[in-house]
Nanobody
Framework: QVQLVESGGGLVQAGGSLRLSCAAS????????IAWFRQAPGKEREFVGR????????VYADFVKGRFTISRDIGKNTVYLQMNSLKPEDTAVYYC??????????????WGQGTQVSVSS
């Protein structure tokens, strides 16, 4: 079992920045990587990006390329989502997930509780 806890959400104006954290605990040695998803009101949960734990290579959804960056601190078992140039359409609950791989939420076994990001225009 792996436990994930997100933090860092909040309210920001359009064009601003936020950094989300995802702290992992438990059987972290079994993690292949960690992904970020988001879910806006009335919409399905969508893939934002992911990072492979050992190599640190990343993959992003097209709508965040150039604005969002995922990084990890192996010593702290923590993954970060740096979000710049935020837009009102980025407003959502952001989740991190592990225990799987790919772009589909059904591929992941472990999820955090989510953190709210709200971007005002």
């Amino acid at each position: 079992q792996v436990q994930l806890v997100e933090s860092g959400g909040g309210l920001v104006q359009a064009g601003g920045s936020l950094r989300l954290s995802c702290a992992a605990s438990g059987r972290t040695l079994s993690m292949y990587g960690i992904a970020w998803f988001r879910q806006a009101p009335g919409k399905e949960r969508e893939f934002v990006g992911r990072i492979r734990w050992s190599g640190g290579d990343t993959v992003y959804a097209d709508f965040v390329k150039g604005r969002f960056t995922i990084s990890r601190d192996i010593g702290k078992n923590t993954v970060y989502l740096q979000m710049n140039s935020l837009k009102p359409e980025d407003t959502a609950v952001y989740y991190c997930a592990t225990g799987g791989w790919g772009r589909s939420m059904t591929s992941y076994d472990y999820w955090g509780q989510g953190t709210q990001v709200s971007v005002s225009s």
